[in-house]
């Protein structure tokens, strides 16, 4: 009886010491030009989304008196340590980049302090704009596989391929068929005749659904319900082609992603001076992919549903710790994860328990265990995984002749061994070095699941450029092929 108020000024007390470490933070386009036209780019509504979504998350994790500002998170002006950017290098995408920092760091042009000349003249910034830095990964760089972990993956693409022989496939398509007919209007010109049915869905469920806010013709002729039944027929296509629990090769671009989202909370929890708020920018399909393995769509069928144009997942690194000056041990951080569907101002940013825990928070040890029990850490893997070559994906044949060396780290071996491997390599005991690393190799296999491991993000910048036409039209092959 006694203890009841005490309890119940410690649960208050704890409410109020829950601090925000870090956050990172994947997110869609915004609205955007077709994809049958290529290359898509931002229209202005998009651009508009995406950077509201920034402004957003501006007002929650930054700005001074924010509900969850980060800890010893800069403001209003941005510490360009504190904040990491990355996105595929293609127009639409690395525009969705660039106008979701500017609304993450507000420009303070007026407020700027003009720069003092030796001469004495001062000098003013062109225009109101933040200079973050945005990492664009190009397509055919090991980089590229942390976000679009689908391109080029025949692991990946064979398993989705599969799909289309489904009896779910097949039923969908033979009851869709006059439904989708009744659109060759429409798609005449754009869409072969025989293409026209539940194979496409998504491809004319895009077209449709952009035309419908560009497009006269189209919003003439298209009723708001079925534009919806479109959707819902794209959604159950997507979702098939990212998920199937019998078949975890269709999710495997959710594997380099979390490898990701690790690497970038671990800089977080682990760092003082590092980074507080990072930004992935990806596609749909690893939204998708990673709801699959996260056992999202067991809560509620909501999660098939393709999520709207500049959705936001978040990844909270959160503590009840005291934090003061210094960071709390690891083993008092938790995850939290959050979902926002769309930009709309009333859209809410809505926690989710993962794996069916029930829980929205999860220990950091269990998320790398449990979340990251088959993340892909290093192109190596993901090249293994993918049985890609050098064909679809020139990067391949030099990460895995390296793999002796991204295991080591993987697997965290001992430096002196590492070094001697490193020096039997530069002897050129080639051979002997190999046999090594298959040996090592094999225990990485069996003892990665349960080990976390490190995600050289400078390994990759050591490969040298290639030029290779890789899909840049943020869609998977695969949708293409069905
Ligand atoms: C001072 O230096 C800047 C940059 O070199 C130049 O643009 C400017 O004209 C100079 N001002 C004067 C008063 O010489
Ligand atoms: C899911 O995978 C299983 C095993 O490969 C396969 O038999 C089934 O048809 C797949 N389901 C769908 C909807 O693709
Ligand atoms: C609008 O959509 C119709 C129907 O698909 C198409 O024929 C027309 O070219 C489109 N107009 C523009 C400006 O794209
Ligand atoms: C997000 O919004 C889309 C479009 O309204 C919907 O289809 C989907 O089910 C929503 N996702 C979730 C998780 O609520
Ligand atoms: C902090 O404590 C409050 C109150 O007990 C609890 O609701 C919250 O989940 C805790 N947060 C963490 C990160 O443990
Ligand atoms: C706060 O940030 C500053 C600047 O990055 C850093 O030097 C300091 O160590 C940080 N303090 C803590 C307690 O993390
Ligand atoms: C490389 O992969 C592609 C795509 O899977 C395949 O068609 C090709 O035969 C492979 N080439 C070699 C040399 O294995
Ligand atoms: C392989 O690893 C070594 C040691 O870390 C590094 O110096 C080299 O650049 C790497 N090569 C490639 C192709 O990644
Ligand atoms: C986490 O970061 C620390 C350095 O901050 C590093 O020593 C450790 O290996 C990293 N762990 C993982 C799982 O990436």
Known sequence: MMFAPLL?????????????????????????????????????????????SGTFYHSTYIADGAPKQIFNISSPNPNPNQVAAFTPDEQTLYSTGYAFLQGLYPPRPQESTPELLTNGSSVQPPFGYNYLTL???????????????????????????????????????????????????????????SDIGFGMAYSIFDYLNVGFVHNETIRANVTPDQLFQLRTLADAHEWALAFNESQPERSLPAQPFIGKVIAQLNQTITAP?????SLLVGSYITFQAFFGVAGL??????????????????????????????????DDVS????????????????????????????????????????????ASQWCTACHTNSTAQPFCPM???????????ATGMKPAVAGVVGAMVTLGVAALAIL?????????????STQPAVLPTTQAHQVPIMTKEVSHDGSSAARTML
């Open 399 to 409: 990460a895995q002749q390296n793999v002796t060396t991204a295991s080591f780290n």
């Open 135 to 193: 990492h664009g990964e190009n397509a055919d760089a090991p980089e590229s596989i942390w976000l679009k972990g689908d391109v080029a993956c025949p692991t990946y693409l064979n398993a989705a391929k599969t799909y289309s022989q489904s009896a779910d496939f097949k039923a969908l398509t033979a009851s869709t068929q006059s439904f989708y007919q009744s659109f060759a209007p429409l798609l005449s010109g754009l869409f072969k005749d």
């Open 436 to 448: 090594l690393a298959a040996l090592l190799g094999l225990r990485l296999v069996r003892r990665g």
């Open 8 to 52: 119940l000024l410690l649960a208050a007390h704890c409410v109020a010491a829950e601090t925000v470490l870090g956050v990172v933070v994947f997110t869609r386009h915004g609205d955007r030009s077709s994809k049958l036209f290529n290359p898509t780019h931002l229209t202005t509504l998009g651009l508009n989304q995406v950077q509201q």
């Open 297 to 330: 769509q067991k809560l509620s069928g909501d999660w098939i549903g393709l999520p709207d144009y500049a959705s936001t997942i978040a990844f909270e690194a959160v503590t009840n710790a005291s934090v003061t000056d210094s960071l709390p041990s690891p």
């Open 335 to 378: 995850i939290r994860f959050l979902f926002r569907n769309g930009s709309a101002p009333t859209a809410p940013l809505t926690p989710f328990p993962l794996l069916g825990t029930g829980n929205e928070l999860m220990s950091w040890a269990d998320f790398q265990s449990k979340i990251g029990g088959n993340q892909i850490v290093t």
């Open 273 to 277: 001076s590092s980074t507080k708020f």
